[in-house]
């Protein structure tokens, strides 16, 4: 005989875990890690720095999209295919200057989530529950292409001139430049930001990535996992502060103020932008490479940022003694951005038209798990259930 019984769903206890999820995994991953307590990170089997150091930005995408680093005729193949993918839909350009007229003040990145949105409905992206995995890896590389291409476009509009047009010939860092600037930027300085580019495509779950994966989980498009993403980084704890760690060298201003100005914020308890990490306990290895690089530039600001590193480095191991801070990311980023000429504006949509190639990796792999990410909270409120009180 069937059995007709109702089926209970076991119940679920709660697990307490530390403030802001540190150190909880949530899901497995192949797209890489970061290994805090050695100061190492990797996209897939290969590091990070060392894929910066060595690669060009279109294929440690590939990587991350496809699994495998591209030989050289996968790789332009690769490079070609995304490079056709740059232009923008006629409605989503007529849109732009709207845009950035609204978003003003809070600039390209605000406006990068509503130009989002309409890309994606302008390309009819579909839920990715809806699609198999061929159309979400489309999706992700129309997208991914794009990004630039807005960020650049609504800066200039912002600044009342005209968007450029973006370059098929020129590779992804060269026309992110180009289309800033409108002019072809100079070899060097294109390969820096590169760098800057390929070495924070991806790391680990943070904040912004997270994100990108909790929009996934609900089976939502592309797009709107995106979206959630850039407004997760747009946050100064995040992704906000590779101009605001510039600014700190700006206030500090000369060699003679940097310890009384470094004392004061440390005994106050201010946080020193770019300085510490949430996941390293010891030198940023990204930092590592950024600072390599602007030295390579060398000049006033390149000697002034090494100064002021040594001095907070120096300052906090005698006043918070067994506390370690190092420089992180965002420090010599700040550094390296403005030797290449981008405005501080520019600094965060910057790291963003690097991040998105990997929130869009996150999202393909956050697609192939059919379940949702849904956690708890622990009520502190008022006891209930109360009585309501009668309206008077």
Not at 126 to 146: E, F, N
Not at 164 to 190: C, F, H, K
Not at 206 to 213: D, E, G, H, I, Q
Not at 278 to 283: I, K, M
């Amino acid at each position: 005989m069937p059995n007709n019984r109702a089926v209970t769903a076991p119940s679920i206890t709660p697990v307490d875990v530390p403030r802001g999820l540190s150190g909880v995994v949530v899901t497995d991953t192949a797209l890489g890690d970061v290994r805090g307590r050695e100061g190492f990170y990797h996209y897939r089997q290969y590091s990070a720095v060392e894929l910066a150091q060595t690669r060009g930005f279109e294929d440690v995408w590939h990587l991350l999209v496809h699994g495998e680093l591209p030989d050289a005729a996968r790789g332009a193949a690769f490079a070609a295919r995304t490079a056709a993918l740059r232009g923008l839909p006629d409605e989503v350009r007529a849109a732009l200057p709207a845009i950035a007229a609204a978003t003003g003040p809070s600039g390209p990145l605000a406006g990068l989530r509503t130009a989002l949105s309409l890309l994606g409905a302008s390309l009819g992206f579909r839920p990715v529950y809806d699609i198999d995995v061929v159309r979400r890896r489309a999706d992700t590389l129309a997208a991914c292409a794009a990004v630039p291409t807005l960020l650049t476009a609504l800066y200039r509009l912002g600044q009342g001139l005209e968007p450029v047009e973006p370059r098929e010939d020129l590779p992804y860092a060269a026309n992110y430049l180009y289309m800033l600037t409108g002019s072809e930027p100079d070899p060097a300085r294109a390969r820096a930001v590169e760098q800057y580019l390929i070495s924070t495509i991806d790391h680990g779950f943070n904040a912004s990535t997270f994100t990108a994966r909790v929009i996934t989980s609900t089976g939502a498009d592309v797009a709107a996992c995106l979206v959630g993403a850039v407004g997760a980084l747009s946050g100064p704890l995040h992704g906000g502060a590779p101009s605001r760690a510039l600014d700190t060298l700006d206030a500090i201003g000369t060699s003679a103020r940097i310890d009384p100005w470094i004392r004061e914020r440390v005994l106050a308890g201010d946080r020193i932008m770019g300085f510490g990490h949430a996941v390293y306990r010891t030198e940023d290895p990204r930092s590592r490479m950024l600072h390599g690089i602007a030295q390579q530039f060398g000049g006033p600001l390149v000697d002034f940022a090494v100064e002021v590193e040594h001095q907070v480095e120096a300052i906090l191991a005698e006043l918070k003694p067994g506390r370690e801070l190092h420089t992180n990311v965002e420090f010599y980023a700040g550094v390296v951005m403005e030797l290449c000429g981008l405005p501080r504006e520019m600094f965060t949509p910057t790291f963003a038209a690097g991040r998105v190639v990997g929130w869009s990796a996150n999202i393909l792999e956050q697609a192939e798990d059919p379940k949702i990410i849904r956690p708890a909270a622990r009520y502190v409120g008022k006891p209930a259930p109360a009585p309501v009180p009668v309206a008077s």
